[in-house]
């Protein structure tokens, strides 16, 4: 999957995190994250649920107070300076909603009117699949229609950045689509994106950079090809056999992460010298195989990989 | 995204007066969409009025009442019942709404705070309050010949007071439920017995001793009273409007740091 990335530019980092730390009642949700969103790139936080993935960003957004660490939206504070901030920053929450009797372009209109420099909004609505909605309710939006509602209004204040928290969770899968290509269009236009997700596909696909979250901790930061790299499992090898193989065999390959066996078929997670092992194995062995495939390993198979191993 | 999309709307101040405007219009639209909003806040008190104004014999002069007839005395009551119906059962539920589905904390990413919302719909009810108001008084006025209010400074006076305080009650019912049923529910647990303190079963002034001197010291019981006093052409007795400032200014203490924007 190739995505053309724009480079970043040399104007600074536009979001910083350090040293984040942030507990409720004593439990610890957010602990020591530290980042940076650059001008211009998408960043992807990546992890399940529970992770602190809202905690941190809603921390950026200045709705939670940090326990400890530094955090600055374009050189602002998002607590002392929270007014300010709302001018640069654009924000989608995880769960919110508007009044179900207001209309897509009453929203348009009432959010716009709080920005000293809004986006005109019917082109953006234009932009967004929204024109033929205006005058519907949000209480009939569809979930994907309600979703490119809360883009629009993220974007309306012409904000630096935006922070889109799982945008896409709930969406199926050919709305889903529909939003990245959005996303690609925001980024496009020089506007940095903070995603949260929990869509490892997603991520990959969206992100020029990712921090891998788990348990409040971030477990790896880099882009998503150096991620897949960094994990001990890049190559996914997968065949049936025409004849069983011994598990001992198999264990024995140089570069080897896991085994799976369903019914006849074998997936082997390991490296490219995983791949030269297997196909003299077979050779010396005689064994045909029925469906041999060679894959690159996904961002899911590292993320699983990064967070065990933590 | 293409340049029309960076097209740049003329600058405007952020969260002034513009941004506030549009906030009150957004929610006076929402308000009349919702037509059991305008049903029980507009129609129902004056149409209280007129069902009791059916009675015959609510229109004859009744002597235990130094002369007046028993609708007179309903006339402050449903005057009344507009800022509870308004305060107590549409204004509580609306605010812990907008708690409820994130509407406040979405509003304060933005540049305009939550609390111009809060305010937004207390001033709506407010209004909404005496607009029904004043349509009791001229409902009674055509249909039963019920004399205007005679000391009308004293009676705009004990409005505002028990309008404050109806309003600073429904917050701190808004600020305690957890959620827009909660808010409800308690709304109309503290509607009956407000009702009750407004005279609609027994007039304030018929309750028995003991029971009176409580009422009196509640908002709609000392509204009630002080309605009635100007309503005849007397200034209301202090004590009743120090009752209301009281009420009012309490309460919206305890909302206020009783009230939770998330
Ligand atoms: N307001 C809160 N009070 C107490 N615990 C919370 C609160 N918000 C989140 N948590 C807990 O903090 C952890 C991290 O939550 P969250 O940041 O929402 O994770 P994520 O967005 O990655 O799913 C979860 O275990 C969640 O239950
Ligand atoms: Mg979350």
Redesign the pocket.
């Known amino acids: 999957m190739t995505t053309t990335r724009i480079p970043r530019t040399t104007r600074g980092p536009v979001i910083e995190v350090s040293e984040l730390h942030k507990a409720?009642?004593g439990r610890t949700?957010v602990d020591d994250v530290s980042f940076t969103v650059e001008e211009g790139e998408v960043f992807g936080i990546l992890?399940p649920?529970?992770?602190?993935?809202?905690?941190?960003v809603e921390c950026i957004e200045g709705l939670r107070v940090p326990d400890s660490g530094r955090i600055r939206v374009a050189g602002l504070d998002p607590v002392a300076d929270q007014t300010e901030v709302t001018h640069v920053l654009g924000v989608q929450l995880?769960e919110s909603a508007l009044q179900a009797k207001l209309t897509v372009r009453e929203a348009l209109e009432l959010y716009s009117s709080f920005y000293t420099r809004p986006l005109d909004w019917r082109p953006l609505a234009e932009r967004l699949g929204l024109t033929a909605k205006l005058t519907t309710r949000f209480g009939k939006l569809s979930g994907g229609q309600k979703q490119r509602l809360f883009i629009a209004l993220a974007l309306i204040g012409s904000p630096r950045v935006v922070v889109l928290d799982e945008l896409t969770t709930g969406l199926d899968p050919r709305a889903r689509r529909d939003t990245w290509s959005l996303i690609e269009d925001v980024r496009d236009s020089g506007v940095a994106v903070l995603l949260?997700t929990h869509f490892m596909e997603e991520a990959q696909r969206l992100c020029n950079r990712i921090a891998l979250i788990d348990k409040g901790k971030i477990s790896a930061l880099d882009t998503p090809a150096g991620l897949i790299g960094k994990s001990s499992t890049s190559t996914v090898i997968s065949f049936t056999p025409s004849q069983p193989i011994d598990q001992e065999i198999l264990a024995a390959l140089p570069g080897l992460a896991t085994i799976e066996r369903q019914d006849a078929r074998i997936t082997l997670r390991g490296t490219e010298e995983t791949v030269n092992a297997v196909i003299s194995l077979l050779a010396q062995a005689h064994i045909l195989t029925h469906q041999f495939r060679v894959t690159d390993a996904t961002l899911d198979d590292a993320f699983l990989d990064l967070t065990e191993a933590s | 995204m293409t340049d029309q999309v960076t097209t740049i709307a003329p600058p405007a101040p952020a969260g002034g007066p513009s941004a506030r405007s549009a906030v009150l219009r957004s929610e006076i639209r929402l308000y009349g969409r919702d037509i059991s909003n305008v049903l029980l806040s507009i129609v129902f008190p004056p149409l209280l009025l007129v069902i009791l104004g059916l009675v015959p014999s609510f229109r004859e002069v009744n002597p235990d009442l130094d002369g007046l007839r028993v609708i007179d005395l309903y006339v402050p009551v449903v005057v009344l019942i507009s800022l509870i119906t308004a305060a107590l059962l549409i204004f509580p539920p609306i605010l812990t709404s907008y708690r409820e589905l994130g509407i406040l904390r979405r509003m304060s990413t933005t540049p305009v705070r939550p609390s111009t919302l809060l305010f937004t719909q207390m001033w709506l009810n407010g209004v909404m309050a005496l607009v029904s108001a004043a349509l009791c008084l001229f409902v009674g006025w055509l249909a039963f010949d019920v004399a205007l209010p005679r000391q009308v400074f004293g009676y705009v006076l004990a409005l505002l007071l028990a309008g404050a305080a109806s309003l600073a009650i429904g917050a701190l019912v808004a600020a305690v439920a957890k959620a827009a049923r909660h808010a409800t529910g308690i709304g109309v647990a503290v509607y009956f017995p407000a009702l009750f303190c407004t005279g609609l079963w027994i007039p304030v002034r018929s309750m028995p001793e003991a029971l009176g001197d409580v009422v009196e010291f509640t908002p709609f019981g000392a509204a009630a009273n002080a309605l009635g006093q100007a309503a005849a052409g007397d200034w209301p007795d202090w004590r009743f409007l120090v009752v209301l400032a009281a009420w009012a200014v309490v309460t919206s203490a305890a909302a206020i740091r009783w009230f939770r924007w998330e």
Do not use: D, E
Request: proline share 0%.
């Open positions: 409720y009642g949700v992890g649920n529970g992770a602190g993935k809202t905690t941190t995880q949260v």
